[in-house]
Nanobody
Framework: QVQLVESGGGLVQAGGSLRLSCAAS????????MGWFRQAPGKEREFVAA????????YYADSVKGRFTISRDNAKNTVYLQMNSLKPEDTAVYYC??????????WGQGTQVTVSS
């Protein structure tokens, strides 16, 4: 079992920045990949970014490439999402997820990010 708790969401103006954090507990954090997803009102949940267990590989959706950075601190059991140059279309509930047992099987409760124009 893995428990995930996100924090760091909030209201920011377009062009601003936020850093999301996701604290994990349960299974050995450094043994699995982590990801961030988001869901805007009326839309399906979509992939944002992912990072390998070691942090050596990262992946991004085209819509956030160059603006968002995913990172992890295995000593703190935490994954981060640094979001810069935020746009109103980035407004969504952001979820972190753990990739275990062949899929994204564990999810946090989500944190709201609202970007005003």
């Amino acid at each position: 079992q893995v428990q995930l708790v996100e924090s760091g969401g909030g209201l920011v103006q377009a062009g601003g920045s936020l850093r999301l954090s996701c604290a994990a507990s349960g299974r050995t954090f450094s043994s699995y990949a982590m990801g961030w997803f988001r869901q805007a009102p009326g839309k399906e949940r979509e992939f944002v970014a992912a990072i390998s267990w070691s942090g050596g590989s990262t992946y991004y959706a085209d819509s956030v490439k160059g603006r968002f950075t995913i990172s992890r601190d295995n000593a703190k059991n935490t994954v981060y999402l640094q979001m810069n140059s935020l746009k109103p279309e980035d407004t969504a509930v952001y979820y972190c997820a753990a990739h275990l047992d062949g899929g994204w099987g564990y999810w946090g409760q989500g944190t709201q990010v609202t970007v005003s124009s």
